[in-house]
């Protein structure tokens, strides 16, 4: 330390003295200099001195109050800790005395709290909660407080946990209607009188109706199920205690819910793609040609059978034009008027097969194009495949779809066409057959005159 100020004090006096060089006259002013120099550092000095003994007085003060306050602490943590063995001690008594206490009624909370459980489950998925609202939530009240305390059930808690399981039994046998709002297709919430049959339907205004336990709220169907079903709900509303007919869902909604859910005929069309709308429309166009040689088969063979009873050839059906062959040539010999009259019948039968031949077409291409879909939809769901897995089948749907539903498409046209073709394929060879029959008579008759004459 004494080092330390030898060395401060000198540096300041040696720039003390460079200053005052400049402004000393003399040798003797420059040592009055000095002198009043090294007694102000040894005044700075004791100050700093001074200031640094009270400074370390402060921090010893400093450190005693600390170390007593250690002490204190450590005294009472021992304490504390004392204390609190002594507490589990007791503890443990006292629970080994309420267990002993509670002897079979720990068994019966144990119970309490499970079917409290169990019951505020189903009460918030029932649809009787949409008629009286709340029962759940003391349910979970009840069961949260006996699992995470040391709480006791009372007598009113019990026997209202009774209570409700006996409401909602025979809540589930009654037909009630109430007033509720209930949220429509649209999205507009509407108060209206909901029918409630048991725990399985909600009904109002001839709709079905789905109950949302975690919201609590009534909404419409977006899809109701078919018409039938709707009717049976508008009928049970406006009965007055009549027996009628009704839809029944004992699953409370799931059997309705996937009823719902099925794809309508519509829907099935629009899974087929653009391979499904061609082959519908392939099969429109072979359903009207069939029609329409349906049609004027019926009326030349009526036509053909009014012929064969009259005498009297007219041009306004095949056999006639055939017939009015053989008048036109009345003294050709047997084999001429065989090859005028098969003339006349070749130049009908493209009249009664017109079509017939792209009728028998569409039956055979619409399965081909049945199966071209279903290639197509096979491999988009393969490419769906590489790129995302089958961890969601959801994914494929859109190609299996496709794949299945342009199948029964193509199935659907090809079979009708079939029968049509063959039935009008009958007809056409039926009416030929006549005119053949017809002309071979008359060859005869040629054959029989000329062989008299």
């Known amino acids: 330390?004494?080092?330390?100020?030898?060395?401060?004090?000198?540096?300041?006096?040696?720039?003390q003295s460079v200053t005052a060089q400049e402004k000393a006259l003399d040798l003797d002013a420059l040592?009055?200099?000095?002198?009043?120099?090294?007694?102000?550092?040894?005044?700075?000095?004791?100050?700093?001195?001074?200031?640094?003994?009270?400074?370390?007085?402060?921090?010893?003060?400093?450190?005693?109050?600390?170390?007593?306050?250690?002490?204190?602490?450590?005294?009472?943590?021992?304490?504390?800790?004392?204390?609190?063995?002594?507490?589990?001690?007791?503890?443990?008594?006292l629970n080994d005395a309420l267990t002993k206490r509670l002897g079979s009624l720990k068994e019966l909370f144990g119970v309490l709290q499970q079917v409290a459980g169990d019951t505020k489950g189903k009460f918030s998925t029932s649809l009787i909660s949409a008629q009286i609202p709340g029962r759940d939530q003391f349910l979970d009240e009840l069961a949260q407080s006996m699992g995470s305390s040391s709480k006791l059930a009372s007598i009113a808690e019990i026997e209202r946990v009774w209570f409700e399981m006996q409401r909602e039994m025979t809540e589930s046998g009654k037909v009630t209607t109430f007033n509720r709002d209930v949220v429509e297709a649209g999205g507009v919430k509407v108060t209206k009188d909901v029918v409630r049959v048991g725990a399985f339907a909600l009904v109002?205004?001839?709709?079905?109706?789905?109950?949302?336990?975690?919201?609590?709220?009534?909404?419409?169907?977006?899809r109701q199920p078919a018409e039938r079903y709707g009717d049976s709900a508008r009928a049970l509303q406006a009965s007055n205690g009549e027996?009628?007919?009704?839809?029944?869902?004992?699953?409370?909604?799931?059997?309705?819910?996937?009823?719902?859910?099925?794809?309508?005929?519509?829907?099935?069309?629009?899974?087929?793609?653009?391979?499904?709308?061609i082959i519908l429309a392939v099969g429109a166009v072979g359903l009207l040609l069939a029609l329409e040689r349906m049609l004027t088969l019926t009326m030349v063979r009526g036509k053909v059978n009014r012929q064969l009873k009259s005498d009297t050839f007219k041009d306004d059906n095949p056999l006639g034009r055939v017939m009015q062959a053989r008048d036109k040539f009345p003294e050709a010999d047997t084999e001429a008027l065989e090859l005028h009259l098969t003339e006349a019948i070749l130049g009908e039968v493209p009249k009664l097969g017109r079509n017939l031949t792209i009728i028998k077409i569409i039956s055979v291409v619409a399965p081909l194009m049945g199966l071209l879909g279903t290639v197509t939809g096979m491999i988009v769901t393969f490419q769906q495949i590489t790129l995302f897995g089958t961890g969601d089948p959801k994914l494929m749907a859109g190609?299996?779809?496709?794949?299945?539903?342009?199948?029964?498409?193509?199935?659907?046209?090809?079979?009708?066409?079939?029968?049509?073709?063959?039935f009008l394929n009958t007809q056409n060879r039926n009416i030929v057959a006549i005119l053949q029959e017809q002309a071979s008579g008359v060859i005869a008759e040629r054959a029989e005159r000329q062989a008299k004459g």
């Open 399 to 422: 190609g299996i779809s496709t794949a299945l539903v342009t199948t029964v498409l193509g199935l659907v046209v090809a079979i009708p066409t079939t029968l049509l073709f063959a």
């Open 204 to 222: 109002s205004d001839g709709k079905y109706l789905d109950y949302n336990g975690v919201t609590g709220t009534l909404a419409e169907l977006v």
């Open 31 to 93: 040592l009055q200099q000095l002198e009043q120099g090294k007694f102000q550092q040894r005044q700075q000095n004791a100050e700093r001195e001074q200031a640094f003994m009270q400074q370390r007085s402060e921090q010893d003060r400093i450190l005693a109050e600390t170390v007593a306050q250690r002490d204190a602490a450590l005294k009472t943590s021992e304490r504390l800790e004392t204390q609190f063995e002594e507490n589990e001690f007791k503890l443990a008594d």
């Open 243 to 277: 027996v009628v007919e009704f839809g029944l869902d004992p699953t409370g909604g799931s059997i309705l819910g996937l009823l719902v859910q099925a794809p309508t005929l519509q829907e099935y069309v629009e899974q087929g793609g653009l391979v499904g709308y």
């Open 1 to 15: 330390m004494k080092t330390f100020l030898v060395t401060l004090a000198t540096t300041l006096l040696f720039a």
